[in-house]
C-alpha cells in the first residue's frame, strides 16, 4: 500500500446530521487472517453510502457484521441507534439485508415468493397479497408476477430479491454487490431503483467493486483494501485529494505502449497506470507545462498518438493512487 493518506483527512462528517451507522475499531478474524482491521466508519441517515474495494477486501464481512450475522472480534457498533452486542434484536427490526445471490424459491412465482415472505413477516393474507402486488409494480415487475423465479433473467431476479427485502420497509438497507453479474442494461435498471428507494428515506449501504458504480451512486465513498479503510469522502473529494493534474495519453500503436509507459515515467516521475483495456495510459502530471514536455518526449520518439488529454482522475485511478495497483490486478490477488 502506498502511503497516501486522504483518509484522515476526508472521513469526517457533519456532527448535527444522525448516524445510521457509527463503527471504532471493528475487528474480525478468519484464522489467521484480518477480514477487519480496525474499522472506524459513520454513515449519515437518509444517503447512498459505498464501500468499495477489490474481493477479499472485507465489503462482505464488514456487512455480515453489521446485520448481526456475525460477531467481531473487537470494536463497537451502533447502528441505526441500537448498540450491536447489546440490542442484536433491535438492529434487526430496523434493516434490511440483500446479499450477492438471490434469496428466492426459483419454483415459485415472484408473486408467491413475495406473498410468503409478507405472511413470514406477519401479513394477513389479503394484506399479504396487496403487499406483494405494490411491491411488484414498484420495481417494474407487473407483468412477470405469475411466472416462475427460473424463468426471470438476472435484472428481475436482482430486482426481486431487492423487493423481498422490502416488505417491512427499513430504515437502513444492506446491499452487497447488488449488481455483480448482470450486464449493462440490467445494472442500470438497478442503479435507477436503488436511487429511488433512497429518495424515499431508505438509508443505504452497499457494497461494490464497480468504480462506476460507488461514481454514479453513493454520496460518500469508503475504500477499503485488506480490511483496513484507506480512503473516505464523496467522490470529487476523492479525487481532489489525489490531485486534478492527470495526463491521459492512448498511443496508435499498442504494440509501443511499453515505451511510451516508460517515456512518461521518466519524464514526469511516477508510475503510469494502463487502463482496463490496456489501450490507455495515465499519470500524474503536476502542471500543463510538464504534460506538454512530455508529450513532445513522445512525439520526438515517433510515438503518434490516438488520443491525449488532461484532467481529473477516475475513481479507477484514485484506487491505484491509494494501493500502487489497479482494482482489476487487486481483484486478481485476492482470488490466488
Do not use: C
Not at 61 to 86: C, F, N, Q, S, Y
Not at 266 to 287: F, K
Amino acid at each position: 500500500m502506498n502511503d497516501a493518506t486522504p483518509a484522515k483527512a476526508l472521513s469526517l462528517v457533519r456532527e448535527d446530521i444522525p448516524l445510521a451507522i457509527s463503527v471504532r475499531g471493528l475487528v474480525k478474524h478468519f484464522g489467521d487472517v484480518k477480514a477487519l482491521d480496525g474499522i472506524d466508519l459513520d454513515v449519515p441517515r437518509g444517503i447512498i453510502f459505498a464501500i468499495l474495494g477489490p474481493n477479499g477486501a472485507g465489503k462482505t464481512t464488514l456487512i455480515r457484521v453489521l446485520a448481526t450475522l456475525t460477531k467481531p472480534e473487537a470494536g463497537t457498533a451502533l447502528v441505526m441507534g441500537h448498540d450491536l452486542a447489546a440490542e442484536p434484536q433491535a438492529v434487526r427490526g430496523a434493516i434490511a439485508l440483500t446479499g450477492q445471490f438471490a434469496s428466492l424459491d426459483e419454483d415459485l412465482t415472484g408473486r408467491e415468493n413475495l406473498i410468503m415472505l409478507a405472511r413470514l413477516w406477519g401479513f394477513a393474507g389479503r394484506r399479504a397479497k396487496a403487499r406483494a402486488d405494490e411491491l411488484l409494480a414498484a420495481f417494474d415487475l407487473s407483468d412477470a408476477a405469475g411466472k416462475q423465479v427460473k424463468s426471470y433473467s438476472g435484472g428481475m431476479r436482482r430486482r426481486l430479491d431487492i423487493a423481498a427485502s422490502l416488505i417491512v420497509t427499513p430504515g437502513l438497507l444492506f446491499l452487497d454487490e447488488p449488481t455483480t453479474g448482470l450486464d449493462p442494461k440490467a445494472r442500470q435498471g438497478v442503479w435507477s431503483m436503488i436511487r429511488q428507494l433512497a429518495q424515499s428515506g431508505v438509508t443505504i449501504l452497499l457494497t461494490t467493486q464497480y468504480l462506476e458504480e460507488a461514481d454514479q451512486l453513493a454520496a460518500r465513498i469508503a475504500v477499503i483494501d485488506h480490511g483496513r479503510k484507506i480512503a473516505e469522502g464523496t467522490s470529487r473529494e476523492l479525487k481532489s485529494a489525489i490531485g486534478s493534474g492527470f495526463l491521459h495519453v492512448a498511443p496508435a500503436d499498442p504494440a509501443r505502449l511499453d515505451e511510451a509507459e516508460a517515456i512518461l515515467e521518466q519524464r514526469l516521475g511516477g508510475t503510469a497506470q494502463r487502463s482496463p483495456e490496456g489501450a490507455q495510459l495515465s499519470i500524474v502530471a503536476g502542471s500543463p507545462k510538464a504534460a506538454n514536455e512530455a508529450l513532445a518526449a513522445l512525439i520526438a520518439a515517433g510515438i503518434e498518438l490516438a488520443d491525449f488529454s488532461m484532467g481529473s482522475p477516475s475513481l479507477d485511478e484514485v484506487f491505484f493512487a491509494l494501493t500502487g495497483q489497479p482494482l482489476e490486478e487487486s481483484e486478481q490477488e485476492e482470488r490466488r
